[in-house]
Structures are given as structure tokens and as C-alpha cells.
């Protein structure tokens, strides 16, 4: 089979990703789609993977991507004729511990909110539906019926068969040496035979990167940035056990190790808290369905306590122990979509152990963000622009990658923070905040004080699902900020300047807001998508005539700069990031005016620095930039300060505020403060997918402009109406804990979930935000229903409102 010197889209890796994006672009019509794979289709990690099919994930949309792979495996054999093995014998999960069973009853009242069939199980029902389990220990556990498990292979090759039938050439033995570019595209790609004999070029209109444990020295051939390392991942299979039937799929997370059975066999799999990784030089150019070197005693405490969790175990005989390779990402999520770099470079890549059961809903939804130009739906929790560029480093994935294997089966936390690969991002208040107690987490790789420690306090996280360690460090911090004053770090936050003769057009094209504005006005506003639906939220403020700084979350900084550059066009501006070129303090309460003027004699008044705007200020011996906006609904400033100046700040503030009680706050007070105001969460309670309108944000959008991107989508909504609000509540119950994802209940009836939550201190009950369908009603009619929010399967009553539920008329901000 000879390859074209021209095609639509080149597909980098044949496994079961690779198949999947080959499948679904040709479900979609398209034409020219060449998969090339080194060697055989499946021989990277496909081949040995346990062929695991579970439904519930993390987010709804991650539910939704693993319920259409489950629901496309069964039916993949009736239209190739490839047996794919798949079965629905449905999963339990069990717990060892209270905590344990908490996230499980979390995760069922989420299974529930999302649609998938669920049902808590005690101990004694977990042996009734697997009779060869040790239940010595067993808290309870969770029953999913309709999960599953398939042979993995066979699913890659049924998807490529049902690509070659729409006409995709899949061609094995062809390995990508090389990828052209030209500036921000992708031009073609070189390749060679693997018997050396035959090589060339395709040109190509754009690749996917779906080449696995390769995705990281692909992607660097290709100019773009994927993080991701192998690690060994060890199973054993025992020899075949007399009398075994069909059996569930089990895992009893606190012993690291799932159970499948197959064939009258038995396999046990981990995932060990701490990992191995593999491939540190290189992967050999000749790997192909290798296995790995055994290494028992790493394996053993794992097959201690299997045999004594499953009795039956220390009986068998083990016919195969198995350790073969399988690639992972910092954060434990896949790599999906344009990569930022380049402009026709996508990735589906590092699938962290997960790769079957989530492999047809990836395709699915990559193959329909190529074809439309915009994601389906919101896919933030794996856009491969959430990646950092320093997170390609090789030394940082080494490490990183020994904890993330471990973390899939480790107790998901509220505010786990991970233990590997840290402080590599510190502002320059860092040593500051440590001096003074401050706890650290971190996000995009920044080290950002969350809480800051008592005298004689211990430092550090202690886990929980209950009121942590730090609870009532959070509480003072914010009675600080509502009573006196409090002071935190905001340098993390992204910080793109916007810069050219084209600057104001540029960004009345690009953002809702309106940005013909004098210098110093502070604009918040949203980049909408052609939907309405949210892509970044942000405040611009206008520095001079023909430069902006836009300010964006710090771990959204790429992807909001990515989404600017990509539609410059014909513009005449220059983007550029200026994030570490400032610390940012955030100085807010009652009493922040005054101690700004205690360490300032700018006039920090209404008449000259409304509510809004920015201005330079002397301070101390140095000079910054007083922002007055606030992210917590209290009088306050953002204080930037360029890197050389900013330590001086800080301790001419901390010193200012010794005699008037300031309070160095971390990031979990904010999170409690802004979801008291109301304030919405980017990733969270707004998303791609959410529309302007309906996320309550209308007012940060003039469609009185011309023209800017969105626009006819905000009208047509408002001439349409709304189908969903976003609703703030208040438990009335004041113990409760609310995080994220827990189901809203209206009227006795689930109509939705909460995209975020946290503990409002000053208003005494845990808080959410969460979307009610309201087509055809009233905002009066939303809120005269009856409230109540499932916490791990007790219904709590809760508060509705449309409007802040602290200071709902903004007066405290302006005072």
C-alpha cells in the first residue's frame, strides 16, 4: 500500500487513540486521513492494557466522554465484525476507611447529578455480588452496573477497520522522522519504512499527535509542548482458577490494586504510591510489545494484601507478571486539543493509565473541535494549553511522574496539593509568606501561600473530608478582610500586555467589554467563543493610549494569551507576557485605605482613585501601580510592583500594618470571600460552554460595539430568553462541607449540580454556585422553589439567590 505525498490530516500513532481520532474524522466525512504507525497497531501500551471500562469521572464532561466509550464499544463488533470483548459486568469499589467512604458516597451523589446508574453498597452486599472477597475491614462500598471491561487491543483494531472503511489508510511499519513547519503550521511530515528500504514526504493541512509514550519527542519535532512521562505499571495473571465465573470488575483503592477476571484467570493490577518511572534516555527504536524487567519485590506488598483480600489468590498459581510501560501527565489528566504553540498541531496524548476507557469519547469530541474550529463542549480539565511550557522539562516529568501513578488510587482530598516536583515557581513574596507561617499550594507550577500557620501550628496539610486543619486559620483570615484588613499574594495571576497602534480595536474585537476608555480604567469583561460561551474572564486595564494589561487566572495564562494571538489577524498589535515582571499584593477590608496611606502620600480617595481604575503611587522608597478592583467584595487594591521593588513593598506594607492588625491571607480565604459575593469561578461556575448571559455576567458585555466576537450569540439569547441561571446558595445547615459537582435538588427533583464550593465564613454555612434550567421561567419562578444539595447522600436544605447574598448592592467595594 503506497502512501499519498498529500493529505487532509496525518494521524502520529497507531494505538487505540490514534485509531479513535481516525474513526470518528471519518464518521464526520472526512477525506485523506492517514494514520502512520512505527510498528503494529497496538504494540506501544495499547496491547497490555487491563481493558478497564468505568463511566464515572471527575466532571460531567468527563462522564460524558467515558459513558460514549462504553456505549461505542458496544456496538463497534456489530458494524466491523472485530470481537471486541466488551461486557457490561459492572464495577464495585470499596472502602477501607470513613474517609474512603465518604469520597465514595461524594462520587455516587455526583453519579447520580451526571446520570449514571449507582447504588451504595454495604459490606455484606459487596460479598453477595462477589463471593471471593475478604470483607474483614470493608466500610461499604459503590455498585456500577453498567461499567465494564473489553479486550483492548481488538478495540484499537475495530476502530481502525471501521476508519479504513470510510476510507482512512492506516499504515503500520512507517515511522514520522521528521515534521516541517513553516512559522506557526505544520506543513508536512517525513517518513521512513521500517525495514529502511522506503521513505518521504506528506504534505499535509495539519497532524495529530496521538503517539503515546513518543506524544513528548513527537510534539518536540512538531514545535509544540506535552508533558508526559512513562512509568512501569506492573499486573500479575494467575493460572486458570477451577469453577472462576464472570466476576465484576473490583477495586479496593486503599490497597492500591484492582481485580479483573478474564477467561477463568485472574488479574491483579496497582497503582503503588510510589511509581517507577521508565525511560529516562529514550524509549529503543526497536520497542515493540516489550515487556519490562520484573521487579518483585517492588510488587509484593501489593500481592501480600491482595492475597489476603482475595483469599483465592494465595491458591493460584501465577501464570504471567507482567510490567510494561504507560505514559502520564503532571496532573493525572489526558492531553487533548490545539496544541497553544502552533496553529494546526492537535494532541491526544498521555491517557494515565485510562487510556480504553476514555479513548472513544476523546476521539469522539477531538474529531468534532477539527471539524467545527471550536471545542464541543468544555474541555478544560484536559486542554493540553492548561500545560505549563517549563512542564516539558524532562527532570521535572521524572519526578512529578513517581507520585502521579500513585494518585490515581489515593484518596482524592479536597485541596490535595501534590508532594513532587515543587517550587519550581515562587513569587517574590515567597520567602516573606514562608517567614510568616504561610502553607503552600500549587497551581501552573506556582507556589502560591493557600493558609498561613499559627505560632506552634504545624505547616502543613492535613487531609480530610471534614473540617481540615486550616478551617478556622481560613475563618480569621476572612474576618480579616470583612472587618480590617487583610493582605495576599496575587502575583501568580497571569499578566498579558496588549500593545500597538491597533490595541483599542484589537481588544474591542477580541473581548464583550467596552475598552475605549481613558488610561488608568480598569475594564472586567469576558473573550466569548461565536456560542456566547465563556473562553477567558478578566480585568483589562488601559495603561496608556495604545497599550492594555489584561490580567487572567494564573492557570489559564497560556490558553487566554493563545486565544488573543490567535485572532490578531490583521491587527497591528504585540502580545506579550509580563508575569514574572511583577508582584502583586492585594490589600483589602474596611481599613485598606488606611493603611495605603500610611504607606503612601498618594491619595487614595474616591475623587482621585474611584473604584475601577489604576494609578502610580509612590510607596515606601519605590515606586508601583495601585488597581482598585477586588476579587473578595471588600474596599481594596492590587498593588503591582515591578520584581526589583516588590520585596521592598511588601515589608513597607507588612511593617505599615503591625499597629492596625493586618492579616496575611492565602488563597483558600479568597475562594471562601468571593463565592460569598457571589463571584464567579473561571473553569468552574464558567466555562466555554456557559453562556454570558446565563452565567449572570450580561453586564460586562455592550453589545452597542459594532462588532466583536460573540456578539450575535448575546442577542439571539436575549431575544430567545434564558435556558439556565446561575443560582448562588447558602446551606441551612451551618456543618455541612460543599465542594464541587454535589447535585441540586429542586423541588425533591435533581436538576442540576454545583460547579463550586466553599465555606462561607462571615455568612456562617458552606456556599455553592450551580446552573437551574429555567426555560420559559421568571427569575421569580426560579426562586420560589424549595432548595436542597446532596452532601454524600443526605439532602440539605439550602438558600437560593439570583443576587449576592453579601452586600448585594456593592456598596462595600466603593466605599
Avoid at 461486557?87 to 451526571?114: C, D, H, P, W, Y
Avoid at 422553589?785 to 466603593?814: C, F, H, N, Q, W
Amino acid at each position: 500500500m503506497s502512501l499519498p505525498t498529500q493529505a487532509r490530516v496525518v494521524i502520529i500513532g497507531g494505538g487505540v487513540i490514534g485509531c479513535s481520532v481516525a474513526y470518528h474524522l471519518t464518521k464526520l466525512g472526512w477525506k485523506d486521513v492517514v494514520l502512520l504507525e512505527r510498528k503494529q497497531l497496538t504494540s506501544g501500551t495499547t496491547w497490555h492494557a487491563a481493558g478497564l471500562i468505568a463511566q464515572l469521572r471527575a466532571t460531567a464532561n468527563m462522564t460524558k466522554l467515558a459513558k460514549y466509550s462504553q456505549e461505542l464499544y458496544g456496538d463497534l463488533e456489530t458494524e466491523t465484525g472485530v470481537a471486541t470483548g466488551f461486557k457490561r459486568n459492572g464495577s464495585i469499589s470499596v472502602a477501607l476507611t470513613a474517609e474512603r467512604m465518604e469520597e465514595l458516597a461524594r462520587q455516587a451523589a455526583m453519579a447520580r447529578a451526571f446520570g449514571v446508574d449507582v447504588e451504595e453498597i454495604t459490606a455484606e452486599e459487596a460479598l453477595s455480588r462477589y463471593e471471593h472477597l475478604n470483607i474483614d475491614g470493608v466500610v461499604g462500598g459503590v455498585w456500577l452496573p453498567k461499567d465494564g471491561q473489553g479486550d483492548p487491543a481488538n478495540i484499537a483494531l475495530a476502530l481502525a477497520k471501521g476508519a479504513r472503511q470510510r476510507g482512512a489508510l492506516v499504515k503500520e511499519r512507517t515511522k514520522v522522522t521528521g515534521i516541517q513547519r513553516d512559522g506557526r503550521k505544520v506543513t508536512g511530515v517525513d517518513w521512513a519504512s521500517d525495514d529502511g528500504k522506503e521513505q518521504g514526504h506528506i504534505a499535509c493541512d495539519m497532524i495529530v499527535n496521538c503517539a503515546g509514550m513518543w506524544g513528548h519527542e513527537v510534539g518536540r519535532m512538531a514545535g509544540v509542548n506535552v508533558p508526559l512521562h512513562a512509568c512501569e505499571h506492573f499486573y500479575i495473571v494467575t493460572e486458570g482458577i477451577a469453577g472462576l465465573q464472570q466476576l465484576p470488575v473490583l477495586r479496593v483503592p486503599d490497597e492500591c490494586a484492582y481485580y479483573k477476571e478474564d477467561a477463568g484467570k485472574m488479574l491483579l493490577g496497582a497503582f503503588e504510591p510510589n511509581a517507577k518511572p521508565w525511560g529516562m534516555n529514550g524509549i529503543a527504536d526497536t520497542f515493540e510489545f516489550d515487556q519490562l524487567p520484573e521487579d518483585f519485590d517492588h510488587f509484593e506488598p501489593i500481592l501480600e494484601a491482595a492475597c489476603n483480600r482475595m483469599p483465592m489468590l494465595a491458591e493460584a498459581g501465577i501464570h504471567t507478571f507482567f510490567n510494561g510501560p504507560e505514559s502520564f501527565t503532571p496532573d493525572d489528566a489526558y492531553h487533548l486539543g490545539l496544541a497553544p504553540e502552533m496553529d494546526n498541531v492537535w494532541v491526544a496524548a498521555g491517557f494515565n493509565s485510562i487510556g480504553i476507557q476514555s479513548a472513544g469519547g476523546a476521539g469522539m469530541a477531538l474529531a468534532q473541535w477539527m471539524e467545527d474550529g471550536d471545542k464541543p463542549f468544555d474541555l478544560g480539565d484536559v486542554d493540553i494549553s492548561r500545560m505549563q511550557p517549563f512542564q516539558g522539562n524532562k527532570h521535572y516529568l521524572f519526578e512529578r511522574s513517581k507520585e502521579t501513578l500513585g494518585l490515581l488510587y489515593a484518596d482524592h482530598f479536597p485541596f490535595r496539593q501534590k508532594a513532587t516536583a515543587r517550587g519550581v515557581r515562587r513569587t517574590p513574596f515567597h520567602h516573606h509568606l514562608k517567614e510568616q507561617g504561610g502553607v503552600f499550594g500549587e497551581l501552573a507550577g506556582w507556589e502560591r501561600a493557600n493558609w498561613f500557620a499559627n505560632d506552634g501550628q504545624k505547616a502543613e496539610y492535613e487531609y480530610t473530608w471534614g473540617r481540615p486543619n486550616w478551617f478556622n486559620n481560613a475563618a480569621a483570615e476572612h474576618k480579616a478582610v470583612r472587618e480590617n484588613v487583610g493582605m495576599y499574594d496575587m502575583s501568580s495571576f497571569g499578566k498579558i500586555r496588549v500593545e500597538g497602534p491597533d490595541a483599542e480595536a484589537f481588544m474591542n474585537y477580541v473581548g464583550g467589554g467596552d475598552y475605549s476608555v481613558p488610561n488608568g480604567k480598569i475594564v472586567y469583561t469576558q473573550f466569548l467563543n461565536r456560542r456566547g460561551g465563556i473562553e477567558a474572564d478578566v480585568t483589562v486595564t488601559r495603561l496608556t493610549e495604545t497599550a492594555y494589561l489584561v490580567v487572567t487566572p494564573a492557570a489559564t495564562r497560556l490558553a487566554d494569551q493563545t486565544w488573543m494571538q490567535r485572532h490578531v489577524g490583521d491587527f497591528r498589535v504585540v502580545i506579550t507576557d509580563v508575569t514574572a515582571g511583577e508582584g502583586v499584593l492585594a490589600v483589602m477590608g474596611p481599613n485598606a485605605r488606611k493603611l495605603l496611606e500610611k504607606a503612601s502620600p498618594n491619595d487614595f480617595t474616591n475623587a482621585t482613585n474611584p473604584f475601577g481604575t489604576a494609578q502610580e503611587i509612590e510607596i515606601g522608597m519605590g515606586l508601583a501601580r495601585a488597581h482598585r478592583v477586588t476579587y473578595v467584595g471588600e474596599l481594596g487594591w492590587e498593588i503591582y510592583a515591578s520584581a526589583d521593588m516588590a520585596g521592598h513593598v511588601f515589608e513597607t506594607l507588612f511593617d505599615a500594618g503591625q499597629d492596625m492588625g493586618l492579616k496575611l491571607c492565602g488563597m483558600h480565604m479568597m475562594d471562601s470571600c468571593r463565592i460569598e459575593k457571589g463571584f464567579r469561578h473561571f473553569g468552574h461556575d464558567i466555562t466555554c460552554e456557559d453562556h454570558v448571559l446565563e452565567a449572570g455576567l450580561g453586564f460586562a458585555v455592550k453589545t452597542d460595539k459594532p462588532d466583536f466576537i460573540g456578539r450575535d450569540a448575546v442577542l439571539a439569547k436575549k431575544e430567545s430568553g434564558l435556558e439556565n441561571r446561575m443560582v448562588q446558595f447558602k446551606l441551612t445547615d451551618p456543618e455541612p462541607l460543599l465542594y464541587h459537582n454535589e447535585p441540586v435538588l429542586r423541588d425533591g427533583e435533581i436538576v442540576g449540580y454545583l460547579s463550586s464550593g466553599s465555606y462561607g465564613h462571615h455568612l456562617g454555612a458552606a456556599m455553592g454556585m450551580g446552573y437551574v434550567p429555567c426555560k420559559g421561567e421568571s427569575a421569580a419562578d426560579v426562586l420560589a422553589s424549595s432548595y436542597e444539595i446532596d452532601v454524600a447522600g443526605t439532602r440539605v436544605k439550602a438558600e437560593a439567590s439570583l443576587k449576592p447574598m453579601y452586600d448585594p448592592k456593592g456598596e462595600r467595594a466603593k466605599a
